[in-house]
């Protein structure tokens, strides 16, 4: 399932245009009175065989092994990010990590 959504990605997931941005900010301020948000962020677990490389990196926090599916969708449930690794790197070697700073500014991605 992963690697077909994976392979949907660069034609449907991509992050918004600063129209949509503003749109997202004006609806998550309206809706719950949160500022500046442009996106909501999550993942889940998914349950794998134990790998045969570095098993310990898989290992979460619940005991057994899976990959993560780390997610951030608009206001309109969306999806404009996603990532898909292991539990120990999914978030600081989310593509978007590296340019978090300079996607959002001074907004905010609400998790």
Same mark, same amino acid.
């Given at each position: 399932m992963t690697n077909f959504l994976s392979s949907l990605a660069p034609g449907i997931i991509k992050w918004p245009t600063q129209y949509e941005i503003n749109r997202a900010k004006q609806y998550f301020l309206n809706k719950n009175g949160f500022p500046e948000i442009v996106g909501i962020i999550d993942g889940t677990h998914i349950k794998i065989?134990?790998?045969?490389?570095?098993p310990l990196s898989y290992t979460n926090r619940k !005991? /057994?092994?899976?990959?993560?599916?780390?997610?951030?969708c608009d206001q309109d449930l969306k999806i404009i990010s996603m990532f898909t !690794? /292991?539990?120990a790197k999914v978030f600081r070697t989310l593509p978007i990590f590296q340019t978090l700073e300079q996607r959002c500014g001074a907004d905010h991605i609400l998790g």
């Open positions: 065989d134990k790998p045969e490389d570095d !005991g /057994y092994y899976s990959i993560q599916t780390q997610l951030i !690794g /292991y539990d």
